[in-house]
Structure formats: C-alpha cells, structure tokens
C-alpha cells in the first residue's frame, strides 16, 4: 500500500507543508464577525500581520503564500467588491499597491509581480465578503518542478520574518 511507502527511505526529499492543511479543510467563508481582514487591523502589527497601515486600506501578509513575500491590500471596511468600494478606497488601494510593489522589490529583488482580485467565490476568492488585492513577487527562478509535481511551494522565509522587514523598509 502507497500509506507504507511513506516512511521508505527513496532518492526523493519531503517538503512537508501541514499549515496548508487548514486552509485546505476550512473551505468555507468565515462568518463577517471572524473575517480576518477585519479582525487584523484590531490587533498589534505583528500579531495581525500587517505590514503598513493608510487611512481607508491597509497591507496585510497573506497567511497561505504563493510565494514569500505575498502581500494583501485591503480596505478596513468589510466590502465584497472592488465596484462597491468608495473612490477614496480604491485610489489608496492602487497607492499602496505602488508602495508594496516598490518595498518588495527593495527587500526581495524580484523580477516581476502577478497582482490580481478574484471578485467572489465562483471567482477563486478565498474571503470572498471581503475585498482584497494580491500581489505576488515573482523571480525567473521561483516556477520549479515543486508545484506541478507535489502541489507544493517552498516558502525560505517565516511569514513573521517578512512582514517585520517590509514594515520596517516601507516605501512611501
């Protein structure tokens, strides 16, 4: 049985990535008063994970990256959609996009950057009450066999690690 062959030794090395396991089984939208995006800003930086805070939106790391250094922007109000958010919101949501892009590439030296907003589920929101725009660092070297083979991404960096560089080299 395939269950058996896990512990035999082989070529092959593991990357075990069991935090994924929880997005995994959750697969439902969490209740409007448990949405993370409105409960991290109530909380200290570290601790919600927020990287820098404007006055209607604000850069949070994404608990399940893509790749390091994957950042969030969202606006403090709960709002599902980028057409229902105020022009205020989305003029500092394209600001701090700037500014995350620019901090990024300081701390990361990344080659390029995917940004998108998957707008409700059907779209491939993970939150999907809740307006938030992705952007990821790319680098020529980060598409390997890992994803395509094992369904899994190696992430050099803590999450905590991260955030604390891209607050304290936030560019304005």
């Not at 109530?42 to 850069?59: C, I, M, Q, W, Y």
């Not at 403090?76 to 996009?97: G, Q, S």
């Not at 030296?109 to 952007?135: E, F, K, S």
Request: charged share 20%; with cysteine; glycine share 6%.
């Amino acid at each position: 049985m395939s269950s058996e062959l896990a512990g035999v030794p082989d070529r092959y090395q593991r990357l075990w990535t069991p935090y994924r396991m929880a997005y995994i089984q959750q697969g439902q939208q969490p209740e409007r008063d448990a949405c993370p995006f409105c409960v991290a800003p109530t909380l200290p930086d570290a601790d919600g994970l927020v990287v820098h805070r404007g006055t209607s939106a604000f850069v949070i790391m994404n608990l399940y990256p893509y790749n390091t250094g994957h950042v969030m922007v969202c606006p403090y109000r709960h709002v599902a959609t980028y057409d229902l958010a105020t022009e205020e919101e989305t003029a500092e949501i394209a600001l701090l996009t700037q500014q995350a892009m620019r901090t990024i590439s300081l701390v990361s030296n990344n080659d390029g950057v995917n940004i998108g907003m998957n707008q409700g589920r059907v779209a491939g929101a993970g939150i999907a009450d809740h307006l938030h725009q992705h952007i990821v660092p790319r680098w020529a070297t980060d598409a390997n066999f890992f994803p395509i083979i094992a369904q899994t991404k190696a992430l050099p960096r803590l999450l905590e690690e991260v955030r604390a560089e891209l607050a304290e080299r936030w560019v304005s």
